[in-house]
C-alpha cells in the first residue's frame, strides 16, 4: 500500500499494527507518569522489531478524564486507547539509489484498518531524509 510523504513522494507501507494502549494495565488508573512509561515502552517494542529504523512519535495528547486524585497525589489522564505503528519506506531509484525507512508510532482512539486521514497528514510533515536512515 502506497502512502503519501513529503514533498509530494510515495512510499510503501511495510507494516502496520495496533494494541490497547493499557493492554497491561492490571489495576488503577493511567496518569501522567504512567502514561510516559507506557509511551516509552512502546518505542522500545518498536525499536526491536525494526532496529534499523528510526522511531517518529506523533505525540499524544492527554485527556484529564476526573478529577480524581489517587492515593500517591496523581490525576486521572487518559491517552488515547489504541496504540499504531506503521513501518514506511522510501526508495528512490535516480539519480542514484535511496533507500529510507521510518517506524512511525501514533495512539487514536478506535482500531481502524487503515491509517486516518489526520495521521497521513501528519506524515506528511515529517522531514524524511533528515530522521530516517
Avoid at 513529503?6 to 502496520?16: D, I, M
Wanted: charged residues 30%; aromatic residues 10%; contains cysteine.
Amino acid at each position: 500500500m502506497k502512502i503519501e510523504i513529503s514533498n509530494n513522494r510515495h512510499a510503501e507501507l511495510e507494516h502496520f499494527e495496533q494494541w490497547k494502549t493499557y493492554e497491561r494495565l492490571i489495576e488503577g488508573i493511567p496518569h501522567s507518569q504512567m502514561n510516559r512509561k507506557i509511551i516509552q515502552e512502546a518505542i522500545t517494542r518498536v525499536s526491536k522489531i525494526f532496529p534499523e529504523n528510526p522511531v517518529h512519535l506523533i505525540e499524544p495528547v492527554e485527556i484529564l478524564k476526573s478529577s480524581y486524585v489517587n492515593r500517591r497525589g496523581y490525576k486521572h489522564y487518559e491517552l488515547p486507547k489504541i496504540t499504531c505503528v506503521a513501518c514506511i519506506t522510501y526508495i528512490q531509484e535516480k539519480p542514484e539509489l535511496e533507500i529510507n525507512s521510518y517506524t512511525i508510532l501514533w495512539l487514536q482512539d478506535d482500531f481502524e484498518p487503515h491509517i486516518p486521514t489526520k495521521t497521513k497528514e501528519l506524515i506528511k510533515k515529517i522531514e524524511w531524509k533528515k530522521n530516517s536512515f
